[in-house]
T-cell receptor
Framework: DTGVSQNPRHKITKRGQNVTFRCDPI?????LYWYRQTLGQGPEFLTY????????KSRLLSDRFSAERPKGSFSTLEIQRTEQGDSAMYLC??????????????FGNGTRLTVT | SQQGEEDPQALSIQEGENATMNCSYK?????LQWYRQNSGRGLVHLIL?????REKHSGRLRVTLDTSKKSSSLLITASRAADTASYFC????????????FGKGMKLTVNP
């Protein structure tokens, strides 16, 4: 178990630029989640994949946000035309089962995005 | 929207003391989980309690769940400086969504 890996750890970008983050889940986990966390708040759900299928999307995920998991392994989260309000920690998590089967989430250390 | 709300929002204690944090939530749940987050890091799962359980132990952790009051508590006994972190409760909902809803968190400081 090498854990959930996220890259990059930090990203500073200018407003209007596009950014892409990568998440490598625990290898045997078929479920992958993206969350966003701002300072002093708990993580907020963005989207969920089961294998390569994106099964849930939050209303927080505006049309500037897109997530993919093309082969059911790693996932990418892209933000187009970044805004200062996008500055946050983007957390990826994976699990081996659904919440209904009481499977906990395993989080990566996140990508901290700063939009200037 | 955030369902769980931790109370207090910050707690400072001395090493060796016990720390208790409370969580309230709003909707019916399948389970409630507690996570810990060190500064600048991801969250680490601590313990999960199912809706049909009332108490659960794991090492120095004790979790209780009262579904009639929609509340949970996390007790950390014999605290250590390494327990300094933010603690979050998180709930699912019975609507079949895979969304885990986190509270705002509680900052625990354990002074050596």
């Amino acid at each position: 178990d090498t854990g959930v890996s996220q890259n990059p750890r930090h990203k500073i970008t200018k407003r209007g630029q596009n950014v892409t983050f990568r998440c490598d889940p625990i290898s045997e986990h078929n479920r992958l989640y993206w969350y966003r966390q701002t300072l002093g708040q708990g993580p907020e759900f963005l989207t969920y994949f089961q294998n390569e299928a994106q099964l849930e999307k939050s209303r927080l995920l505006s049309d500037r946000f897109s997530a993919e998991r093309p082969k059911g392994s790693f996932s990418t989260l892209e933000i187009q035309r970044t805004e200062q309000g996008d500055s946050a920690m983007y957390l990826c998590a994976s699990s081996s089962g659904t919440l209904g089967t009481n499977s906990p989430l395993h989080f990566g250390n996140g990508t901290r995005l700063t939009v200037t | 929207s955030q369902q769980g709300e931790e109370d207090p929002q910050a707690l400072s204690i001395q090493e060796g003391e016990n720390a208790t944090m409370n969580c309230s939530y709003k909707t019916s749940i399948n389970n409630l989980q507690w996570y810990r987050q060190n500064s600048g890091r991801g969250l680490v799962h601590l313990i999960l309690i199912r809706s049909n359980e009332r108490e659960k132990h794991s090492g120095r952790l004790r979790v209780t769940l009262d579904t009639s009051k929609k509340s949970s508590s996390l007790l950390i006994t014999a605290s250590r400086a390494a327990d300094t972190a933010s603690y979050f409760c998180a709930t699912d909902n019975q609507g079949g969504s895979e969304k885990l809803v986190f509270g705002k968190g509680m900052k625990l400081t354990v002074n050596p």
